[in-house]
């Protein structure tokens, strides 16, 4: 199964999907993390160090090729293949692919498009792919995220992270992409602006999963450089999370 969260930069993507691994790597699937954000700080949410993305594969496959180092008749994409299987960390609790960017102004189409590659190959190794994507409506158009099973959509409170998420909803319906399941996660939200803001969701004509308050705890650890994945299970947020992932989990 595949879960992918999108959105307006910064309300809370990577906070989200972090939550979700750590949520669902204790029920003992399979999990794979996908960082598809090239300004992307998914490890450091999930506290994993990487050292090669798959930007960084493609380039030295590259460069292999131009010097001739890649012996006449080899497919490229076994090559590939096999190395992006290298660039995956394994945890004890779930692996992450950090997709990354080009060297310099390369175009980061090509890393989208093996994104989409990947997706449709490495997912049968896993139970659940969560995939904590690039801000904005792109991973739609260029069609990444088009076999995911479930669509996350957060927003903060803010007009803008409302009507990004109404976009990415109406985008998909024009594109023909049918999520089993679209969500819209409201995070950081006051608690005296729920009524309001709950209000202004259903205006976004998406279904709401789920309600995160602005949660003291996050932007403590967010400051002090601690994985999210140590938030305390009680906490409010991750219970909240919780419950949305089983919402998800319906649509497997
Ligand atoms: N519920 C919350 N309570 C308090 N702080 C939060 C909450 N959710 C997210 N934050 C903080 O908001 C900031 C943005 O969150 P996050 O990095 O998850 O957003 P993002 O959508 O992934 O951003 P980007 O588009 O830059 O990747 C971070 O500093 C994070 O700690
Ligand atoms: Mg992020």
């Known amino acids: 199964m595949i879960i992918a969260v999108s959105g307006k930069g910064g309300t809370g993507k990577t906070m989200f999907s972090s939550a979700m691994v750590k949520i669902l790597a204790k029920t003992g699937k399979d999990i794979l993390a996908i960082d598809a954000d090239p300004d992307s700080n998914f490890p450091e949410a999930l506290g994993v160090d990487v050292d090669k993305t798959v930007g960084d594969v493609r380039e030295e496959l590259k460069k292999d090729t131009a010097s001739g ?6 497919n490229k994409w076994d090559i590939l293949d096999y190395k992006i299987m290298e660039s995956v960390v394994e945890t004890p609790d779930f692996d992450l692919l950090v997709m990354g ?13 093996m994104l989409r590659k990947i ?12 995939i904590d994507t690039e801000a904005g409506l792109e991973h739609l158009s260029r069609r990444t995220t088009q ?76 400051r002090e450089g601690i994985s999210l994945i140590e938030l305390p299970d009680d906490s409010d947020s991750i219970k909240e999370v919780a419950n949305i992932v089983k919402k998800a989990l319906k649509f497997q």
């Open 101 to 113: 960017r080009p060297e310099g102004s390369g175009c980061y189409c090509a890393v989208n498009n």
């Open 119 to 130: 997706i449709e190959t490495i997912s049968f190794n896993y139970d659940i792919i969560i």
């Open 147 to 222: 076999n995911v099973d479930v669509m996350m959509v957060v927003t903060d409170p803010s007009h803008r992270g409302m009507l990004t998420a109404q976009r990415i909803g109406e985008l998909a319906k024009e594109l023909d992409i049918n999520f089993k399941k679209l969500f819209l996660v409201l995070n950081r939200i006051k608690y005296e602006d729920e009524a309001l803001i709950r209000q202004k969701a259903t205006e976004t004509g998406l279904e709401l999963g789920g309600l995160i308050y602005e949660d003291p705890l996050i932007s403590k650890f967010d």
């Open 69 to 74: 180092n890649i012996p006449a008749g080899t």
